[in-house]
T-cell receptor, first 112, second 116 residues
Framework: TQLLEQSPQFLSIQEGENLTVYCNSSSVFSSLQWYRQEPGEGPVLLVT?????EVKKLKRLTFQFGDARKDSSLHITAAQPGDTGLYLC????????????FGKGTMLLVSP | GAVVSQHPSWVICKSGTSVKIECRSL??????MFWYRQFPKQSLMLMAT?????????EQGVEKDKFLINHASLTLSTLTVTSAHPEDSSFYIC????????????FGPGTRLTVT
C-alpha cells in the first residue's frame, strides 16, 4: 500500500513558470519532510513541517502542511533550471526515532 | 552541520563476493541510522533501521543474512552485502537522525553498487 501519493510524477516546464507538487495520504503524519535529490546523489532536506496548517517559505519555495496533517504541497515560483531534480515528500509517524514513508517522487525538469 | 558521508561512492564486484559500505555522521552523533535502496527513477525503499549498540530492525522482505548491518559507534554504521548477485545492483543510501530531531533524516551521497 502506497501511503503517500505524490503528483504529478513528472513535470517539464519553462524557466519562469510556477508549479505545485502535491503529496496526499489517508493517514495522519506527525511531521512531513520535503527533499530534493539530484541524479547520483542522496536526497537533501529542504523543509520539515509539523503543525497542521503550517506554511514555510524557502526563497521561491513555499511548503504547506494540511490542517489535518494528511497532505502537503510544494509551490515553486518562477522556476529556474537549478530547481531541476527529484522532489520527494516523506512522512513520519509516531515519536522517538521515526522511520519515514516516502512518496514516489516528482521529477521536475526546468528548461532555460 | 548534519553531514553524512558514505564510502565508497561506487563499487563494482563479482557475483558471489561480499561488499561493505560505510556510513558516517561527520559532525554529529547519530543514535539511529537508516539504510535505503533506490532503483532507477524510483523512490527510496527503507531496508533497515540501525541503532547504535543493538541489532538492526529490518523491513519486511529484506534478508537480514544477506544485508548485514553493524552500528558499532555513534558515528559509523556499515552495510555488508554478502554473496552479491546481479540483482543486488542498486543505489544504496544511508541517513542519520540528529539527536532531538528524530523525525528529520540527513542523507549520505549514496553508493552505486554494480555486481557483474
Amino acid at each position: 500500500t502506497q501511503l503517500l501519493e505524490q503528483s504529478p510524477q513528472f513535470l517539464s516546464i519553462q524557466e519562469g513558470e510556477n508549479l505545485t507538487v502535491y503529496c496526499n495520504s489517508s493517514s495522519v503524519f506527525s511531521s512531513l519532510q520535503w527533499y530534493r535529490q539530484e541524479p547520483g546523489e542522496g536526497p537533501v532536506l529542504l523543509v520539515t513541517v509539523v503543525t497542521g496548517g503550517e506554511v514555510k517559505k524557502l526563497k521561491r519555495l513555499t511548503f504547506q502542511f494540511g490542517d489535518a496533517r494528511k497532505d502537503s504541497s510544494l509551490h515553486i515560483t518562477a522556476a529556474q533550471p537549478g530547481d531541476t531534480g527529484l522532489y520527494l515528500c516523506a512522512g513520519a509517524r509516531g515519536s522517538g526515532y521515526s522511520t519515514l514513508t516516502f512518496g514516489k517522487g516528482t521529477m521536475l525538469l526546468v528548461s532555460p | 552541520g548534519a553531514v553524512v558521508s558514505q564510502h565508497p561512492s561506487w563499487v563494482i564486484c563479482k557475483s558471489g563476493t561480499s561488499v561493505k559500505i560505510e556510513c558516517r555522521s561527520l559532525d554529529f552523533q547519530a543514535t539511529t541510522m537508516f539504510w535505503y535502496r533506490q532503483f532507477p527513477k524510483q523512490s527510496l525503499m527503507l531496508m533497515a533501521t540501525s541503532n547504535e549498540g543493538s541489532k538492526a530492525t529490518y523491513e519486511q522482505g529484506v534478508e537480514k543474512d544477506k544485508f548485514l548491518i553493524n552500528h558499532a559507534s555513534l558515528t559509523l554504521s556499515t552495510l555488508t552485502v554478502t554473496s552479491a548477485h546481479p540483482e543486488d545492483s542498486s543505489f544504496y543510501i544511508c541517513s542519520a537522525s540528529l539527536p532531538g530531531y528524530s523525525y528529520e533524516q540527513y542523507f549520505g551521497p549514496g553508493t552505486r553498487l554494480t555486481v557483474t
